[in-house]
């Protein structure tokens, strides 16, 4: 697997090649580290010397230094400079040309310790991407690269395109050798807290858990559960998470086909969510790991 960090020297940036440091101590994958710099006109106020540019590809490999002493040994590290007018779209253009199988970005600067706020790049990509998006939170960074991946949390729903995301939760699970969770979504695809709505989520439960049990292979436990609650916030929070847990959700059927769109039920989990999210497009039918 090749997992590509959207890589800057902030924060944000450390955050998220932390979570991709995390991913690829998976046996045989690939972290690629992406810096994009502007290829556009420059402003008159910047100089127009091409000793300009020479400065600003060395700042670059002194980013890149410093990054590839952050990624633990034996991890197999590269550092990759993309020109395009938005880091959005390079980091696009980058996944194409490596062949991701993830790109992952930090949450914005002003998000609080631990929660997220999407900006403009995170934004653009979960409304963009054609292969699954991973958010580091604020923080992520503080848990260090080294701490593998302890559980892996799958939202499933009853709506469509849940199969997909099943599919990548399975996959990546068994990418990252870790525990999967199966969280039936049911209670809160229909508002309300009656008993047939409970009911018809612990059968839903028992469905994805039945699923996931035959195509996982020997060696991984796989648990489920539901999330049920007076709101999609109130569920999230009802839930216990695991410091180094990842949570994988879907793309709203709003999405364009084969591509991320954060619907509404992620966009609410977002701001109760304790842990890295991944976002997998619709009609998701390439495998993570595969």
Same mark, same amino acid.
């Given at each position: ?11 944000? !940036? ?47 490999? /002194? ?10 040994? !034996? ?14 779209? !390079?980091?696009?253009?980058?996944? /194409? ?46 848990? !260090?690269?080294?701490?593998? @991946?302890?559980? @892996? ?16 939760? @399975? ?26 709505? &409970? ?22 436990? #796989? &648990? ?7 709101? @999609? ?38 701001? /109760? ?5 991944? #976002? ?11």
């Amino acid at each position: 697997m090749r997992f590509l960090v959207g890589y800057t020297a902030t924060q944000a !940036g450390a955050d998220a090649l932390a979570l991709g440091a995390r991913f690829a101590q998976a046996p045989g994958a690939e972290l690629d580290i992406v810096l994009v710099l502007h290829a556009g006109e420059r402003a008159t106020l910047t100089p127009a010397d091409p000793g300009y540019d020479n400065f600003l590809h060395g700042l670059a490999e /002194e980013w890149f230094v410093a990054a590839l002493a952050l990624v633990p040994a !034996g991890i197999s590290a590269h550092t990759h400079i993309e020109y395009a007018d938005s880091f959005t779209q !390079g980091l696009l253009v980058a996944a /194409e040309r490596l062949q991701a199988d993830v790109v992952v970005v930090g949450a914005a600067s002003h998000g609080l310790l631990g929660r997220f706020a999407i900006g403009s790049v995170a934004g653009g990509l979960l409304h963009s991407s054609k292969v699954p998006v991973a958010l580091a939170p604020e923080g992520t960074r503080l848990l !260090g690269p080294s701490e593998p @991946i302890s559980r @892996i949390t799958c939202a499933v729903g009853t709506k469509v395109g849940a199969a997909g995301v099943l599919t990548a939760g @399975i996959r990546l699970a068994l990418t990252v050798d870790a525990p999967l969770r199966l969280v039936s979504l049911v209670a809160i695809d229909r508002p309300g807290d009656s008993a047939g709505a &409970t009911q018809l989520a612990a059968v839903h439960a028992q469905e994805v858990l039945d699923y996931a049990t035959e195509h996982l292979i020997d060696g991984v436990d #796989v &648990t489920a559960s539901v999330a049920s609650g007076r709101s @999609i916030e109130h569920a999230v929070r009802g839930l216990h998470w695991e410091r180094a847990e990842l949570c994988i959700v879907g793309s709203s059927r709003l999405a364009q086909p084969h591509r991320i769109f954060l619907g509404s039920i992620a966009a609410k989990m977002l701001r /109760e969510l304790p842990v890295p999210l991944l #976002v997998v497009p619709r009609d998701f039918t390439v495998t993570v790991g595969e």
